[in-house]
Each structure stands twice: as C-alpha cells, then as structure tokens.
C-alpha cells in the first residue's frame, strides 16, 4: 500500500506539473519535464503499467483529489515548489542559459547581421566602379593622380542599382560623401572604398591631414596695419604620416586691411588618396586708436589745426584726441568743465572732476606724466615744442602750453577757443598761462597769455587712454565722435539716476546736462542755456541798499529768492523737487578752498558755483551763451561772480543794478525714467516720471 500511494502521489505530481505547464513554451515543457523525469527514474522502468495503475486510482479517487487539482491549476508556479532544491538549481542554470543563448543570437542579429549588409554594400559599391573603369578605360588614373567616384555618380550613370541603407536605421547612404578613390600602384589600381550611412562609416582613411599653424587661428590687425603670414607649423595624414608644410596652398588674398571687418587665410593641402584639408585663420581688422592717429595726421603723432576729425565721446564727456604719448594717447575734454583758480586746480580735479565722472571712465584711464616746465620767457612761449619738466604718473592733469603749441596748424588751433583756460605751465612764482584766442591778434604767434594764479579760469581736464583701445564706432567729427564701447547709453525705462555725470536730457523744452546724481537718488541737473522767455533772456539784478552781495533764497529782493520763486513760471515744476543747497561765502576774493561760511537752504531753483561740474562758458555748435550768476557770495560788499559773455568768469566788485542771466540747477524727482533718446547733446534723453 505504501508503495502504490507513492505510485499515485508520483503521478499525481506529474499530471499537476505537466497541466500547469500548458502556459509555458515548449522549451520550458521538455526542461520540466526533463527534470521531473530524471527524478523519478526509480519509477519510470515500469512506466506503462504505473500509468495505468495510476490512471486507475485517478478515477477513484478523483472526487478527493479534484480540489487539488484546481488549486495547482490556479497556481501552476506551485509545482515548482515541491521539487528539490537541486532539481530547483538545475532549473535555473538551464534558464540562465538559455537567456544568455538568446541574448548572443541577439548581439547577432543586431551586430553581426548588419555589418556583412553594410560589408556587402562596400563590396557591390567598389565593383560597381570597377565595372565603370572596365567599360571606360580611358578614366582610369595615372602617374600619381587619384580618380574619386562618388556613389552619386555611379548612381547616376547606371552602375549602381540598388539603394544602400543604413541597417538599423534604413536610412539612405550618403550619395555625396560616400566615394571608392582609385590610385594607379605599379602596373595596377588600388581602390578605397568609403561608405557614409549615418553613424555606420568604412574604416578607410578619409579624413584629409592635420594642419598646425603657426600662432593664433583668430588674430587682430588695427586698420591700416600690415598682414604679414604666420605659417604653417607642421602638416600630418593618417596615410603618408609627416608632409611638408611647402605644400600647403595658403590664400590670404581676401584680407584688406584698409576695411574693418574679419577676413579669412585659407591653408590647403590633399593627401596621396585625395582627401582634402583646408584650414583657416581668421583676420579681424579693427580700429585700433594709435594706427588710426598715425594715419590721420600723417605719422607726426599730433593733430593740428581747426578742426581735425579728432573727437571721442566716452562715458558722458566729449574729448578731442591730441597726440600719442609712449603707450597712451592724451585727450582733452572740448570744453572747460569749470573755473578755478590755479592754485586750486589739482585739488578740484581730485575731489570735483574725478568723483564725478562714470567708473566706466575712470577704468579705461591709465597714468601718465604730463608736462609742467615753467616758461619763463613768455615772447618764446608759443614756439616752445618739447617739454623738459613732468609730473609724477597721476590719473588727470590739464593742458600746457606744450599742447597748445603742438596743436598748431596753417588753419588755426583746435585748442583755442572763446573760453580762457589754465595752461599748467608757470612762468613765476605767482603768474601763470592761459589760452586765449580773442586776443591772438595781439600776440599772433602763440595766442598764450598770462595772468595771476588767484584769478578762477577754465580747466579742461587732460587724461590718457591706451594707444591699443579699440574703436568701435564714429568717424571722428563733431556729430559721430569716435567710441570705444566702454559704456551703453540708457534703456527705455531704466531710471535716470543710474545714467552718468555729463549725459544731456531734454525736459521743460530745454537741454540740461547731468551733474550728479545725490545719495537720496535725485539728480542734480544744469540748464545748458540761460533762462529764457518768448525769445528774451531772463535776467536779474542784487536791489541797491543790500550790505552784502550773498546769495539768499529767504531774502526778498535777493536774486536767491527771486530764482527759487519765479523760475516756476518757466520751468515745468512736476518732476523736481525741493533740495537743499549750500551757499559759500567767502571772506573776500573766490577761491576753491578758500575761507569762506556756508549756509544752506532747501529750495527748489537755484544757479551754479564756479567750481560746480560743467558750470564753465559752454562754447559748441548749438548755443550762444550770455552771461549769468554764480552762487558764489562774498562777505565784501559789491563782490559777485559771474560768468561774463566773453567766455571769461568775473569775481570781484560790481555795482548794484548790473542785471544778469540766469543758468539753473534743479534736482528732479528720484523714480524720473528714461523713455528714449542717447544722452549726447544732438540727441537728449527724453525722460517721464516713474
């Protein structure tokens, strides 16, 4: 009985196991069963009259065997628990190994497949060009010529009928770049064959040598410079290994170094199989400043004359371009930015002139050492044209007359305007120079006179640059200045107090200039013109009586108050605001630094210092100035400053009644904005409250 329960436990299993197997592939079955056959070989010897013993207990007992058998049908993985574990081992090694024969057909059929298509193409392409060849004799190559074939043609002309394609991607081969190269060798042809279908690509060399040339592929010519050729440093090929770098072809023909622009050298050679390299250096011809000097004025380093096309705008100040200086290049700012006495003159360019102008300026400055001998013989002053005398290296100075001499031309000076300027050059201890060309029918030669070191004359701040700066934009004249690109001028919408110290706005219907910008954000503005209305100028007068001649906005009579509470009528009053101010007032004469009180005020409308940025005569194109008020207050009776029409500043004693213009300073609005415009005097911003 034991012995026949095992019989029907046996085959109980194996009719359960074979079921279940139903879902399974084949290869599955027979390992299964393979497995299940080798562990019951004890039984299989008699295995005919087992399955029928066995078939003969099933139909007893199927009423108690029938719940089984459903729930292994449920669960067929079931059966896979009651083998062994070594029978359970077995069946995983098998399966293992037979994923890792699937995977390896696969790599086959994924690999191996296409590469004998893609070899098969290589081979019907390059006998399609000898079929070619055959049929036209009379192209094969000789001597050391190579013959190239592209698939293209071959296509073309019949020999090839059938489509090539990428395996993988069956997309269609390269008809352009793929080619068989033939090349005679002794008495017969080799033949390279170059196939392109996608990523797939024949292993024969088709990349042309590896050309090295000497310095930079990109370099920098400055206008009007020579090209001179770099050369090639050394030429290599997969095939014929080092060549010689005479073979290359080098064509700089398209460089003109006359035009700005980039150009290209061009350096190419071909290997023994034909394929071809060109290489190629680019040429940027630039303007660079110094080239540019030395072709304007002829090599002699200085412009001369009238007016010479010498005009820079940079960072809100517009300078003209005197000379080349070693390493640097010196300009001198077209207008007096203000007036000062001499004594006074580095110390108002350290505090006033450098902290005012834009950091985008004062980047591109460099240090330099400027001229100032003392001239003692003032008939021989304008003939003077080298300088024995400098400065240590500092960031601004101002003319000398050394300039002003070498700045000479047939036509006139270009230095010498309305204005009367500091020259640096003294000729005692208490007398200086100074530019003047309304009196240079008095002294013809020169146009250089002296004057008194107490007395405040214009300044016009002298600083350098670096002779490589690039020029970016401009042709030199009055109205397209050249540019360096050291700065941009204002968006639509940017705030107005972001903009820089000497860029114009237009507001009111006139032109101001930007003086600074406060640390509450305001922005002091100054009229470029004096007031006016219906055509007249606006002027006014101290009342006779006063004591003094002090500045007072709280006075009535006093010019102070009359400014602050009339200019209203002519001035658009929405976008400024009330800001304080300070009156100096001095114990006698006017002098930067000099000693004086201050009183301060917080008004809407008020004049210039002397001292302040931009304060001095404006001599341009556009505007006739007139003479206007200073600020500047004296505790001596009768003494005033003014700007007289002449271009000359006058502190000193003047009798009541004397009624003069006026040139005003306002403070606008923090959130005022900028709608469009560039900032320069012929283009103002024009502006709107944010």
């Known amino acids: 009985m034991e012995d026949n329960k095992e019989v029907i436990v046996n085959n109980n299993e194996n009719n359960t196991i074979s079921n279940a197997n139903n879902s399974f592939n084949d290869v599955n079955n027979n390992v299964e069963n393979n497995t299940i056959n080798e562990s019951n070989s004890s039984i299989s010897t ?47 090694k098998i399966t293992k190994i037979a994923i890792v024969i699937a995977v390896i057909l696969l790599i086959i059929l994924l690999l191996i497949v296409p590469f004998i298509k893609f070899k098969s193409y290589e081979k019907d392409f390059e006998n399609a060009c000898k079929r070619y060849l055959d049929a036209k004799s009379n192209m094969y190559p000789t001597g050391k010529r190579v013959k190239t074939f592209t698939l293209d043609s071959l296509y073309k002309m019949g020999y090839v009928s059938s489509d090539y394609y990428n395996p993988y991607t069956h ?48 370099i920098e010519l400055g206008r009007y410079e020579e090209y001179k050729e ?36 061009t350096y190419t050679i071909s290997d023994s199989l034909g394929n071809k390299t060109t290489e190629t250096r680019k040429v940027k011809v630039v303007q660079k400043l110094a080239a540019t000097i030395l072709k304007e004025t002829g090599g002699s380093n200085y412009y001369t004359g009238d007016s010479p096309n010498n005009y820079m705008y940079l960072s809100g100040q517009l300078f003209r371009i005197m000379s080349i200086d070693g390493d640097a290049v010196k300009l001198v700012s077209e207008f007096d930015i203000a007036n000062v006495n001499y004594s006074g003159i580095e110390d108002w360019l350290n505090d006033v002139y450098m902290n005012n102008i834009a950091d985008s300026l004062k980047k591109i400055i460099v240090k330099n050492k400027y001229c100032n001998m003392e001239i003692t013989d003032e008939e021989n002053a304008g003939n003077i ?31 010498l305007n309305r204005s009367k300027s500091w020259l640096s050059n003294k000729k005692s201890k208490n007398v200086a120079y100074t530019s003047d060309d309304q009196y240079i029918s008095l002294y013809p030669s020169s146009g250089l006179l002296t004057e008194n070191i107490s007395n405040n004359f214009g300044v016009k701040p002298v600083i350098s640059i670096d002779k490589n700066s690039i020029i970016v934009g401009g042709n030199g004249s009055f109205s397209n200045p050249y540019r360096l690109g050291e700065f941009k ?87 400024l605001v ?44 556009y505007y006739n100035l007139y003479n206007y008020w200073y600020i500047d207050s004296s505790k001596t009776k009768t003494y005033v400053c003014i700007m007289t029409d002449n271009g000359i500043p006058y502190c000193d004693s003047i009798l009541s009644g004397n009624s003069i ?20 005097l012929d283009s103002p911003y024009v502006i709107a409250k944010g």
């Open 385 to 415: 044209k080298e300088c024995t005398s400098y400065t240590n290296e500092r960031d601004v100075y101002y003319l000398s007359a050394i300039d002003i001499n070498n700045a000479n031309g047939e036509d006139g000076n270009y230095l």
């Open 661 to 680: 213009g006026i040139r005003l300073v306002v403070y606008l609005n923090e959130n005022v904005q900028v709608v469009s415009g560039k900032g320069t």
């Open 578 to 621: 009330n800001h304080e101010i300070s009156v100096p007032i001095y114990d006698k004469s006017f002098t930067y630094k000099g000693n004086s009180d201050t009183k301060k005020y917080k008004v809407k409308f008020s004049i210039p210092s002397i001292y302040d940025m931009y304060a001095a005569y404006r001599v341009n194109y």
């Open 46 to 92: 008699n295995d005919n009259n087992v399955i029928e013993n066995v078939n003969s207990s099933n139909e007893l007992n199927q009423d108690n065997l029938s719940n089984q058998e459903n729930t292994n049908l449920v669960n067929p993985s079931s059966k896979l628990d009651r083998l062994t574990d070594k029978e359970k081992n077995r069946y995983r």
């Open 489 to 575: 001028k204002a968006k639509s919408g940017e705030k107005l107090n972001t903009r820089l110290s000497g860029e114009y706005i237009e507001y009111s219907d006139q032109t101001w200039q930007i003086m600074n910008v406060e640390d509450d954000g305001t922005i002091k503005i100054i009229s470029n013109e004096v007031l006016t209305s219906d055509g007249y100028n606006l002027t006014v007068d101290y009342s006779i009586g006063n004591k003094a001649s002090i500045y007072n906005p709280k006075q009535s009579g006093n010019i102070g108050y009359i400014i602050n509470n009339r200019s209203g009528g002519y001035i658009d009053t929405d976008y």
């Open 230 to 265: 770099l050369g090639v440093k050394s030429v290599k090929d997969n095939t014929d290994g080092q060549m010689s770098v005479d073979d290359v072809k080098i064509d700089s023909s398209d460089v003109d170094t006359n035009k700005i622009g980039t150009y290209s050298v």
């Open 171 to 218: 997309k269609a081969c390269s008809t352009v770049n793929s080619w068989v190269k033939v090349v005679k060798s002794d008495d017969d042809y080799k033949y390279y064959t170059y196939l392109e279908c996608g990523f797939m690509k024949s292993s024969v060399d088709h990349d042309g040598p590896k050309i090295s040339l000497n310095g930079d592929t990109e």
